[in-house]
Structures are given as C-alpha cells and as structure tokens.
C-alpha cells in the first residue's frame, strides 16, 4: 500500500470509530479473551521467584496487565522449553546467577521481549517466528535479563517519580510559566538520556553473555537488522500497531548495531560461538502464525470467525486488517469498512437499536428493516465532516453485530461496497468451522531446483510472500538458497 493509501486507512479508520456516538470502539466480544487473561499457573521457570522479594511484588503486580495487553499466554510446551533452554544458558553467565526467572511466551505477532523487576521476562511468538536461531533470541533475552540483574525498572521508576515531582514543583513555582515548563521538558529530557544508557548498558552485558554462554556473540546485531527489516515490513500494512513493538520502546539507530558488533569482537571474528540454528528450527516448526483463532482469521478478502461462526467477504481490491477493537478494512477511493459486534440484551427491534443514539449524523427517515442470511437485520444511511455512511446490524443470537462502511461525501461507491459486504456475510457450517486450520510456521529443506519464487509459492493465506519469506529467512539480495537448508515458510497445513 502507499504512503497516501495508509494515510486515508487512518483517517478513515478514525472516522469510522468516530461515527459510533455513545457506544464507542466496540470489540467482537469474544468471551474467550477475558477467560485467557491470566497468570500462568504452570511457567517455565529456572525456579519460582522470591515472593518476599519486593521487586517479585513490582513484577506480580504488572504481570497481568502485560498479558491482557499481548492476548494473553501462548501456552505450547515445545515452546517454552525451548524459551527455558536458551535463558537457562543465560542464567549460568548473568551478572547474578541466582536470579529466578519467570518466563512467559505472549500470544501476539507482534515482535517484542521484556522484563519487569523481579524477574518476570517476556517474548513474543511473533518475536520467535522471527528469529532464525537460538544465539538471535538470546540475543533479545540477554538484554532483557540485563535489564532486570542492573535493577534498570527500580531505578527507571525511582527517577519517573523524581521527575513527575519536579513537574508538580515547577508547575507551582512557576504557575505554567515559560521557565515552569523548560524545567519539566529538561527533566523529561533527562528521563530519555538516562533510559538510552540503560539500553546501552544492557546491550554490552548482553553481548558478553552470549559469548560466555557459548552462542554467536553477532546475533545481536544481526537480530537488530532483522527487527529493522520487519519495522519496514509492518510499515507498509495499514493497520500495523508498531507501539507493540520491540524498536518502539528500544532505542534503534545505526550506531547501536556497530557497537554490538565491536562488543562481539572481543570473542573472535564472525563465525565463532553456536547459532543453535537446528535445534531452533524444529523447536519452532509448528508455531502459531499472525492471528489466533480467539481473533479471527484474515484470508485475502475473507475474514472468517471460527469461535463466532461467522464470516463476511469484502471487494476486490480491498486489504483487511484485525485489530483488538474491531476489522478494519480499506479500498480504493477511500473507501472504508469496520465490522465490530455488541452484546444483545434488550431484544428490541433493530431499527429502534440503529436510531437509538450509537450513531452521529444519523439520518433516520433512511432506516429500513430487512434480512442478512436468512438473519433479522436493517439498515441505515448518516453523514458526518465530509463522510457519507452506509450502516448494517445483524442480529445472531445474543449478539448484534455492525457493519460501517465509509465513503467521501458524494460517493457513488458507497452503496456498492456496503453491499458487497452485507451479501457477503455468512453464518459458518460446522464442517466449514472444523476445517479453518489457523497459520503456522512450517520448516521445510530447500531441493534441488528450488528458487525464491517457488519456496514463497508455497506459502498459503499471507499476502506479499515473496517479501515474507526473505524477511522471516533473513534473505540477503542476491543470495542463493542452497539445496539442504532448512527455511520457515506460512502455511495452514
């Protein structure tokens, strides 16, 4: 997509969360969400944490705020044995040794590791899928371990409090003045300078552990350019949340893979240490891809909802995105659609539910009654700034579920893509229910004749393959893949 595409795919997405009056961004509701939002009770652990200790308490209190903020625990044994083997390897050559971990593997795509005082550490399974070998995440997780052995959250949040103090000082000393608000930025300011040393203090233990560990010591900065490529990737997908991301909260800059790079020196010339790139790749070979089936899947201009049970196709030509508050989908023209759904617990009519507030702009005289797959629906037409609406409610059950599909005022595509949409959305059989396998990360070795093209060929329900596959495998320009190499293509099989 363009840079204007993914321009209009934010104006409209915020249009189209704008419209919704009093109801707000609704979810799809899944209760499933709620349910899975808790602490593991059976971690991978080097040993539980000191329950005394008063940063375990700092981390406990955190812990499941984190886990409601990346979908919850991805919970697999095959991973979190592997995870427990490259940070039980860590352990031994941390600056504290003694230091209990708790691991968690966070069931998000996005791509991100962390850690909280006391020990509680975190990666992503997007993170994992992708690594190309063990010394790459140990790379992430020495830095995170880093971290937690130089105390960096309790003197980050001893200094956050200083600085929010002095705010509070300047801003009554000084009552909002110019000189009020430079102590404030000043202080802020410091905040980042102190936060970029602890990034940078970490990364040089980092790159020690990994060489006393026995792994690569270069897959530190060879896992910073792979997280660079990414960001580059998810740039260009109109609704990627980047903040999730591990380089919106690390600092990331040339420099800082040079300086990896110099640490590593000191271990000897690229090539020494272990990747643990095999027994990575079969650790791995199986994992869950992009989203879950908790969210729903996207394929090409589907979107289907296996716990739901529902499904609704859009035009060709759009690009669907699902996020945490609702599907988001964008076309040409800027045109646009968000489907959501609420819980039904009224039972009035559906035309009483569109005018009864939810909407801004609505024009009511445009309210009609009608049927959506056999199911209770109406619609609705509203306009607001430069907008035109097209709206659709659908009842299932005990839920409504809501379709707005957005246009510029004066748009003659507005009544077709909406639609498109409506005769698009579909109740799911239960063979079609048991069918929908979710997207995973396959290990498949390069034969003889194999090429780029027929490798990214195989992958199924992603778009842009041939960008992903050198992305996920790290693929250089010009290089060539040898017949006998193991890769990571995306496949629902």
Excluded at 224 to 241: C, K, T, V, W, Y
Excluded at 311 to 327: L, Q, T
Aim: hydrophobic share 40%.
């Amino acid at each position: 997509m363009t840079a204007s595409g993914n321009r209009a795919f934010r104006i409209a997405a915020a249009i189209l969360c704008g419209v919704l009056a009093l109801s707000g961004c609704q979810t799809l509701g899944v209760d499933v969400y709620e349910t899975s939002v808790k602490p593991s009770d059976a971690p991978q652990t080097a040993e539980k944490a000191g329950a005394s200790d008063p940063r375990t308490r700092i981390g406990a209190n955190e812990h499941p705020r984190i886990i409601a903020s990346y979908g919850g625990e991805f919970r697999d044994a095959k991973t979190e044995r592997l995870v427990a083997r490259i940070v039980g390897a860590l352990t031994l050559v941390s600056e504290n040794p003694q230091q209990a971990y708790r691991i968690t593997v966070l069931n998000s795509p996005a791509v991100n590791a962390f850690a909280l005082p006391g020990g509680f550490l975190y990666v992503t399974r997007g993170l994992l899928a992708l690594a190309n070998d063990a010394s790459e995440v140990a790379a992430v997780l020495s830095h995170e371990m880093a971290h937690v052995t130089a105390n960096h959250g309790l003197e980050r949040q001893r200094r956050e409090k200083e600085v929010e103090l002095a705010g509070q000082v300047a801003e009554e000393l000084f009552s909002n003045s110019i000189a009020g608000r430079q102590v404030i930025a000043h202080g802020k300011l410091s905040l980042a300078a102190f936060s970029r040393n602890q990034e940078l203090q970490a990364d040089v233990i980092g790159v020690r552990m990994l060489g006393e560990a026995g792994y690569d010591p270069y897959a530190a900065a060879r896992f910073l350019d792979s997280m660079n490529a990414n960001q580059r990737f998810a740039a260009i997908e109109p609704g990627a949340d980047a903040s999730l991301d591990f380089l919106a909260s690390h600092p990331n800059a040339p420099q800082r893979v040079e300086l990896a790079k110099s640490h590593a020196r000191a271990f000897g010339p690229e090539g020494v240490g272990d990747r643990g790139r095999d027994y990575y790749l079969d650790g791995i070979d199986g994992l869950l891809f992009g989203d879950s089936p908790n969210e729903g899947y996207v394929r090409g201009t589907e979107f289907l909802h296996p716990v739901l049970g529902v499904k609704f196709s859009v035009p060709d030509g759009f690009r669907i995105d699902n996020n945490a508050e609702a599907v988001l989908a964008t076309g040409p023209g800027d045109l646009a659609i968000r489907f959501d759904g609420v819980t039904d617990n009224g039972r009035q009519s559906l035309t009483k539910y569109i005018a009864s507030g939810w909407v801004t702009g609505l024009d009511e005289s445009s309210i009609r009654e009608t049927r959506v797959d056999g199911l209770p629906a109406a619609t609705a037409r509203a306009s607001a700034d430069r907008w035109d609406f097209d709206i659709t409610v659908i009842r299932l059950k005990d839920r409504i579920y809501r379709f707005l599909t957005a246009a510029p005022r004066g748009s003659a595509e507005l009544g077709a893509a909406a639609s498109v949409v409506r005769a698009g959305f579909k109740r799911m059989p239960q063979n079609e229910i048991n069918a929908l396998q979710p997207l995973r990360i396959r290990i498949v070795t390069v034969a003889s004749g194999d090429t780029l093209g027929s490798l990214a060929g195989r992958m199924r329900g992603v778009e842009r393959k041939v960008e992903l596959f050198r992305l996920l495998n790290a693929i250089s320009p010009g290089e060539v893949l040898a017949p006998g190499k193991k890769v990571k293509i995306v496949s629902d099989r």
